[in-house]
Each structure stands twice: as C-alpha cells, then as structure tokens.
C-alpha cells in the first residue's frame, strides 16, 4: 500500500520567512495530494489539493508543487505569520476514492514573532 | 463544503464497554469515512462506508471491533467495541463533496478509555 513520509518533524520560523515542508510517496498510481492544517483541538482543514495532472498550485500565501517522477510534492508558505502556526500534515490517495487518504507523521510548525 | 456534525464531542469510557459515534451531513454523500487519530499522532483511515453495502476496513482494523452502519446517504455511525485504553483517541468522519472532489472532516469524537 500507500507510504508517505513527511519531513521535518518540526519547523520553527521568525515570522516574514518561507516555511517548506516535503512529502514523499511511494504509490506511483496515487494522483491525489492534499495539505491539511490542524490547529489544537480542532477538525483538520484543507488548505490546498493538487492532482497528479498539474505541477504547482498556488493560492495566496501558500503554494504546492509536485514532482510524479520523483514521488514527491512540498508545500510552501510564504511570509509567515503567527496564526501560521499548526500541524499540517501531507496526505496522498489514489483513483476516484479521494477520501482514502494515507496521511504524513505532520508537521509542527511554530511561527515566532 | 458539506456542514459535517458528529455525537458526542467527547466522551469518557469504563473499558469493556462500546461506544457508538455518529456522524451526520447536511447533503447525501456517496462515501463516508472514518478515521482515528491517536494522541499527537496523525490520521488513520479506518474503514469506508458506503451506503447498502457492507463497509471496507482497512488493514488492522476489523468489523467485531468497529462496526459501521450507513443506513442513508447523509448519516453513519461507527461503534468502538470492547474499549480498552488504546482506543482513548480522536475519532473522525468525512465526506467527499461532490462538487469540488475534497476531503472534508467531522469535529471529531474525543474518546477517552480508563
């Protein structure tokens, strides 16, 4: 089955820089990526999807690229700010059951002032 | 998005007994899931539930210790069977919308088991 493996674990940022966080996967057939931002105590949120047919998708402050040849896919957010700060976790599925998604460890995103 | 609710919020368990989450949404779907969240861990899918058929479990998890119903296209609920501490978790269900093909969640269940 599906493996995704998300790095770093954690990642602490002055608020104003770039924070990236990687995914790999190790399906080729998946062609789903989703980005969802839990904040503590809470349901996670979407933030940004891409599919396995385009390469970058951007969306305000936050951007996400794939690369299908190497099996992997980032997401990147730009000037960070304090209400940044979450776990997002990467997550992968495979053919029209979007909904069975194989999630990243997370990440812990800690964004200072 | 679809509006998804789930009962109880939280819930605080004797073990050996069953717990029965429900979830519902404020438009039919097709596909429910159920996911688990361990603390300070991340998601993991449990099973599908598809409306009229009998739902798909995921490698680990089996029927006696989670059954699922989905009697209709806007409801399903998910038992945790002979609880024991290792099922103290955050319990979630979500749907696909149809209109955007998204993965949205439920607030969760907080099960905690002593």
């Known amino acids: 089955g599906e493996n995704v493996e998300q790095h770093p674990s954690t990642l602490s940022v002055q608020e104003g820089d770039s924070a990236v966080i990687k995914c790999t996967y190790s399906d080729s057939a998946s062609n789903y990526f989703p980005w969802y931002k839990q904040e503590l105590g809470k349901r996670p949120q979407l933030i940004i999807d891409?599919?396995?047919?385009?390469g970058e998708k951007k969306d305000q402050r936050i951007a996400v690229t794939l690369n299908k040849t190497a099996k992997h896919f980032s997401l990147h957010i730009t000037e960070t700010q304090p209400e940044d700060s979450a776990v997002y976790f990467c997550?992968?599925?495979?053919?029209?059951?979007?909904?069975?998604?194989?999630f990243g460890a997370g990440t812990q995103v800690v964004v200072t002032p | 998005s679809a509006v998804i609710s789930q009962k109880p919020s939280r819930d605080i368990c004797q073990r050996g007994t069953s717990l029965t989450i429900q979830c519902q949404v404020d438009s039919q779907v097709t596909m429910m899931f159920w996911y688990r969240q361990q603390p300070g861990q991340s998601l993991t899918l449990i099973a599908t539930?598809?409306?009229?058929?009998?739902?798909?479990?995921e490698s680990g998890f089996v029927i006696d210790k989670f059954p699922i119903s989905r009697p209709n296209l806007t409801f399903s609920t998910l038992t945790v069977s002979n609880m024991s501490p290792e099922d103290s978790s955050i319990y979630l269900c979500?749907?696909?919308?149809?209109?955007?093909?998204?993965?949205?969640f439920g607030p969760g269940t907080r099960l905690t088991v002593l």
């Open positions: 539930a598809n409306q009229g058929s009998e739902a798909t479990y």
């Open positions: 979500s749907v696909e919308d149809p209109n955007t093909d998204t993965q949205y």
């Open positions: 891409i599919r396995s047919n385009v």
């Open positions: 997550a992968a599925s495979r053919g029209r059951s979007w909904g069975k998604l194989q």
